[in-house]
């Protein structure tokens, strides 16, 4: 079992920047890959970034440039570093353990003037 919480979400101006954190309990975090993804109201949950054991990290081309996934596999936590942020990152994010049906609550995104 894998319990995954995120946080640092919230409300934030186009081109504001925000640091999301996803902490897993259990002293196994370190061998899952982990992936974040994004849901906007009426639309599809979707891929947003993924890091592997190693730190291998992929992006998603609609925030490629702008987002950073990372990952303390010694504070059992990934990270996504959001920047210049538009309207459209507008979602709830949440963070999944890759290959298993663990996911976490989700936490609010909002960019907005």
């Known amino acids: 079992q894998v319990q995954l919480v995120e946080s640092g979400g919230g409300l934030v ?3 504001g920047s925000l640091r999301l954190s996803c902490a897993a309990s259990g002293s196994i975090f370190s061998i899952y890959r982990m992936e974040w993804y994004r849901q906007a109201p009426g639309k599809r949950r979707e891929l947003v970034a993924s890091i ?3 730190g291998s990290a992929s992006h ?3 925030v490629k440039g702008r987002f950073t996934i990372s990952r303390d596999n010694a504070k059992n936590t990934v990270y996504l570093q959001m920047n210049n942020l538009k309207p ?3 979602a709830v994010y949440y963070c ?3 290959g298993t049906i663990f996911w976490g609550q989700g936490t609010q995104v909002t960019v907005s003037s």
Do not use: C, R
Request: glycine share 6%.
């Open 13 to 15: 101006q186009p081109g």
């Open 52 to 54: 592997t054991t190693s």
């Open 60 to 62: 998603a081309d609609s």
């Open 88 to 90: 459209e990152d507008t």
């Open 96 to 98: 999944h353990t890759y």
